[in-house]
């Protein structure tokens, strides 16, 4: 039986949390900082994917993960701009 990647599962878990967080006002940095994390480490584990020339299985988690740290970056900025905006009306 061929198991998932290892660093590939880490990369979707990041970008899940980090989606979650960035939606939190008060800890959205911490997100912000999973988003990051889980987009170097995504990276890193497609070119590992690319260069190892074997079938790798979990090459659609990685991917996953990434999109889900990208859309974590998009959720800081759009919370980060709507708190803006509240503190400038008040």
Do not use: Q, W, Y
Not at 17 to 27: G, M
Not at 56 to 84: A, N, Q, R
Request: contains cysteine; glycine residues 10%.
């Amino acid at each position: 039986m061929i198991k998932n990647d290892d660093m590939a599962i880490a990369t979707l878990i990041l970008g899940i949390v980090a989606l979650i967080l960035c939606f939190i006002p008060i800890i959205n940095f911490i997100g912000l900082l999973f988003s990051i994390i889980g987009i170097s480490l995504g990276i890193k584990t497609k070119i590992r994917f690319h260069e190892s020339g074997t079938i790798m299985k979990g090459d659609s988690l990685t991917t996953s993960g990434i999109v889900l740290s990208i859309m974590g970056i998009i959720v800081f900025i759009i919370v980060i701009t709507i708190m803006g905006v509240f503190t400038a009306s008040l």
